[in-house]
């Protein structure tokens, strides 16, 4: 069995603990500074294979200790991003496969200077976006000999809405503010660009519905980079209900509160429910020449909270856990492929969703 550490018990990283122990081919270790809060606790009873073990995520001699002690592989962060280069250099250290969620494009930039010359595999940026939302636009871009024009669009949103900020809590409050708040980066015109986030505007209409879409940071992953000089426009946008751009403009930009983020986050956790009952949208669209032919390829899905093995997640959860679920088992059978930095424009699509994993986004 595949030893895993799992570090940070919330909503992400319980379900992917989970997800890995449930197939019996992992040995998945849980740790979290508060091990005995009640939803771990549930989480241990329901998945009794889980290791709870209690580990500071900010103490680096304990988790090399914990790493140690019990003869880890891999560890997966499920952290917020500021704690992840610590978690990466201590993989570093430890020789062991690294796997996180962050969005965070300067936390990417110290993993991969880490990843360098590592003889284990180094996995950034997993999860929906950026994660998923790569491996898809990059297998739409393979259909093209020249390429124009790739919009990746996510949007994790309430199924129903009460609020004048038409939006609830869905994931991580620091990630939320973190890619409202940080500059996005784009390809303009073949040459990389940063863009303003909140702005660039955009009206999307799924299944006769309407939305609105926007410029945030860290969901368009390393695809920028990748397809440097082959694509002409490239961007990456948040999908949500129209007129929640404006309300958060004013929020961030007019009361300056990207610069008081600390206050920002005790305003929408005290004013902005938390819930269970979401959807997550995926639009990816590419437009490019095919036999010198100008033609357009989308993606468009759906996805929707579900029951497994008698406990509710939500789809912003499903959708996270199950592709960095997927990442890791396809990285850990194949060590000889996988090492150093691994781009998730390195797996195709049909892997990803044939993985056993992967079948939540079939």
Same mark, same amino acid.
């Given at each position: 069995?595949?030893?895993?550490?799992?570090?940070?018990?919330g909503?992400i990283?319980s379900?992917?603990a989970?997800l890995?122990s449930?197939?019996?081919?992992?040995?998945?270790?849980?740790?979290?500074?508060?091990?005995d809060?009640?939803?771990i606790?549930?989480?241990s009873i329901?998945?009794?294979?889980?290791h709870?073990?209690?580990?500071?995520?900010q103490?680096?001699?304990?988790?090399i200790?914990c790493?140690?002690k019990?003869?880890?592989q891999?560890?997966?962060s499920s952290?917020?991003?500021?704690?992840n280069?610590?978690?990466a250099?201590?993989?570093?250290e430890?020789?062991?496969n690294y796997f996180?969620?962050t969005?965070?494009?300067k936390t990417?930039?110290?993993?991969t200077?880490?990843s360098?010359?590592?003889?284990?595999?180094?996995?950034p940026?997993?999860g929906?976006?950026? *994660?998923?939302?790569s491996?898809? #636009? &990059?297998?739409?871009?393979?259909?093209?000999?020249? +390429?124009?024009?790739?919009?990746? !669009?996510v949007g994790a949103?309430?199924i129903?809405?009460?609020?004048?900020l038409?939006?609830?809590?869905?994931?991580?409050?620091?990630?939320?503010?973190?890619?409202?708040?940080n500059l996005?980066?784009?390809v303009?015109k073949?040459k990389?660009?940063?863009?303003l986030p909140?702005?660039?505007?955009e009206?999307i209409?799924?299944?006769?519905?309407?939305y609105?879409a926007?410029?945030?940071s *860290?969901g368009i992953?390393s695809? #920028? &980079?990748?397809?440097m000089?082959?694509v002409?426009? +490239?961007?990456y946008?948040t999908i !949500?209900?129209?007129?929640?751009?404006a309300k958060?403009?004013f929020l961030?930009?007019?009361l300056?509160l990207n610069e008081?983020?600390?206050?920002?986050?005790?305003?929408?956790e005290?004013s902005?429910?938390k819930?269970?009952?979401?959807?997550?949208?995926?639009?990816?669209?590419v437009t490019?020449?095919?036999d010198s032919?100008?033609?357009?390829?989308?993606?468009?899905?759906?996805?929707?909270?579900?029951m497994?093995?008698g406990t509710?997640?939500?789809a912003?959860?499903?959708?996270?856990?199950?592709?960095i679920?997927?990442?890791?088992?396809?990285?850990v059978?194949?060590?000889?492929?996988f090492?150093?930095?691994?781009?998730h424009?390195?797996?195709s699509?049909?892997?990803?969703?044939?993985?056993?994993?992967g079948?939540?986004y079939?």
């Amino acid at each position: 069995m595949h030893r895993v550490l799992v570090i940070g018990a919330g909503k992400i990283g319980s379900l992917i603990a989970a997800l890995l122990s449930n197939t019996k081919d992992y040995h998945v270790f849980l740790g979290d500074i508060h091990i005995d809060a009640p939803h771990i606790q549930r989480l241990s009873i329901q998945n009794p294979t889980i290791h709870l073990t209690n580990v500071n995520a900010q103490n680096k001699e304990e988790i090399i200790d914990c790493i140690q002690k019990n003869t880890i592989q891999t560890i997966i962060s499920s952290l917020p991003y500021y704690c992840n280069t610590l978690i990466a250099e201590i993989a570093k250290e430890c020789e062991v496969n690294y796997f996180d969620l962050t969005e965070d494009t300067k936390t990417t930039e110290a993993v991969t200077e880490l990843s360098r010359d590592a003889t284990t595999a180094f996995v950034p940026q997993c999860g929906l976006a950026p *994660g998923f939302i790569s491996v898809v #636009a &990059n297998d739409l871009m393979q259909h093209f000999p020249s +390429l124009d024009t790739v919009k990746m !669009r996510v949007g994790a949103l309430p199924i129903n809405i009460s609020n004048a900020l038409q939006y609830t809590l869905t994931w991580s409050t620091d990630g939320l503010i973190n890619e409202y708040g940080n500059l996005c980066q784009g390809v303009e015109k073949g040459k990389e660009i940063n863009l303003l986030p909140l702005d660039d505007l955009e009206e999307i209409k799924i299944d006769g519905l309407t939305y609105e879409a926007f410029n945030t940071s *860290g969901g368009i992953g390393s695809l #920028a &980079n990748t397809y440097m000089g082959r694509v002409k426009q +490239l961007t990456y946008k948040t999908i !949500r209900y129209p007129g929640h751009c404006a309300k958060m403009r004013f929020l961030m930009k007019d009361l300056n509160l990207n610069e008081d983020r600390a206050t920002l986050k005790r305003i929408l956790e005290s004013s902005i429910p938390k819930t269970g009952q979401d959807v997550v949208l995926v639009y990816v669209s590419v437009t490019g020449e095919r036999d010198s032919i100008f033609i357009e390829e989308n993606y468009v899905k759906k996805f929707y909270p579900k029951m497994i093995n008698g406990t509710s997640w939500s789809a912003i959860q499903l959708t996270t856990a199950s592709e960095i679920c997927a990442s890791v088992d396809l990285v850990v059978h194949q060590p000889d492929k996988f090492q150093g930095l691994v781009k998730h424009e390195q797996f195709s699509l049909a892997e990803l969703i044939n993985n056993r994993f992967g079948q939540y986004y079939a």
